[in-house]
């Protein structure tokens, strides 16, 4: 089971505003990834279930992170289907992610009070997340689907929705403030965060550096009237 409401997952990802993106198939990478997040400031953290046993992969990890971490909001993203939901949720996932609209995934994930979070590239389709009750919508693949641009023009109609950009956020501030001010929820990062030097290298460190440098640029983008925008 989740061991955080779906109302503390809400929160826990506009306070955090980056959610860090990461897989790998070691699990001792992934809890040094994810704790090296922990120490810079991050609270939320998505792993992708990309690679086979992954959900495995999740279990260990997930349960390290309970006792070194407790603070960490765990999720699992790139879940395409419903029974993968329910195993993923099983593990004690806070929060499911998913590339695309699977009406088998919303219904679960809402029977258990777990938040969902799908990935839409449409004003059609943002319209129907929630319709199925998506409290945040993923905007993915963030930039090749419009944008900053794109977030602003949806907003426009919808001041209500409350968007996650994945794919073409960097961790700089220029990158930032162009999510931020034009009224995103908070954004994910991936490889332009957790970089192959840093996982080739197992320079841990540095991604808490990288990290707290990121969560700072926020911090600054947030405090000034246009960054308060969409938070």
């Known amino acids: 089971m989740a061991r955080f409401a779906r109302t503390e997952v809400v929160l826990g990802l506009r306070n955090g505003g980056i959610v860090p993106v990461f897989y790998n198939p070691d ?13 810079g400031g991050l609270k939320t953290f998505e792993f992708t279930n ?17 006792d070194e971490c407790p603070e960490m909001i765990t999720g699992a993203g790139s879940v395409t289907d419903g029974p993968t939901a329910v195993l ?13 609209l699977h009406e088998d995934v ?14 839409c590239g449409s004003v059609t389709e943002i319209s129907e997340a929630e319709r199925l009750g998506a409290e945040i ?12 641009g794109f977030v602003k023009a949806v907003l426009g109609p919808r ?9 073409g956020v960097e961790p700089t501030e220029e990158n930032l ?24 290298n197992r320079d841990f460190n540095l991604l808490e550096k990288k990290v707290s440098e990121a969560v700072a640029i926020l911090q600054k983008i947030k405090g000034s009237p246009a960054g308060n925008k969409g938070n």
């Open 27 to 39: 699990p001792e990478i992934c809890l040094e990834v994810a704790k090296a997040c922990y120490r």
């Open 50 to 66: 990309r690679g086979d046993y992954a959900h495995e992969v999740f279990a260990l990890l997930n349960k390290k992170l309970a």
């Open 88 to 100: 993923y949720m099983q593990l004690g996932a806070n929060f499911i992610v998913s590339p695309s």
């Open 106 to 119: 919303a219904f679960l994930c809402n029977q258990r009070k777990v938040l969902w979070i799908p990935g």
């Open 137 to 148: 919508v993923k905007i993915f693949p963030g930039s090749q689907v419009g944008g900053p």
């Open 159 to 167: 001041p209500w929705t409350s968007l996650m950009p994945t794919g």
């Open 177 to 200: 403030a162009g999510w931020f001010n034009a009224g995103v929820y908070c954004v994910g990062i991936g490889s332009r965060l957790i970089t192959k030097d840093i996982l080739k």
